[in-house]
């Protein structure tokens, strides 16, 4: 069936740093990815999707490039910023239109 | 325009008692999804609305959980007796239509807590 599997945490970064969260999935065809984020205290909000393969997606400086032949979605963010801290969820949208999702990430970016 | 909203933000019953989570979808958004996050583990969907009816209930865990969606609004998921497993963030999410590009724009959750 249809899975994703992303990096555990939490990641502990240092302001500016550059930041990977790896993200790999496992579906039949090819299902649109996406990145949720949830600040705290607030609900899940749509980060960055991609649709198709070598599709990039981007937003607020995070990318995430569609990768095929390595089924894979893996968040990236040149300079973390202290409210980048959230937890990032990976995600693949199936043939019935749900979302499945990879367990979360928490982020945590220090001053 | 208003997003998802979901009452209560939280929740705390005891076990065998009986919870009913509300959402208000975005207006005009036929689709209406229930989601779960257990223990801080992956978010899990229980099921679709497309209008009032249910499109897919393929994930609703057993059948002490019963979801309604009258006229096609707002959506009820009440949980009838709760046991401690049930306890997790309830979300829900709606979305224009079904399909690849279209976004699904989740509320901010139900903390259940039972106890």
Known sequence: GNSVTQM??????????????????????????????QYPGEGLQLLLKATKADDKGSNKGFEATYRKETTSFHLEKGSVQVSDSAVYFCALMDSSYKLIFGSGTRLLVRP | EAGVTQFPSHSVIEKGQTVTLR?????G????????????KEIKFLLHFVKESKQDESGMPNNRFLAERTGGTYSTLKVQPAELEDSGVYFCASSQSPGRTYEQYFGPGTRLTVT
């Open chain 2, 23 to 27: 959402c208000d979808p975005i207006s």
């Open chain 2, 29 to 40: 958004h036929d689709n209406l999804y229930w989601y779960r996050r257990v223990m801080g």
């Open chain 1, 8 to 37: 555990e945490g939490p990641v502990t970064l240092s302001e500016e740093a550059f930041l990977t969260i790896n993200c790999t999935y496992t579906a039949t065809g090819y299902p649109s990815l996406f990145w949720y984020v």
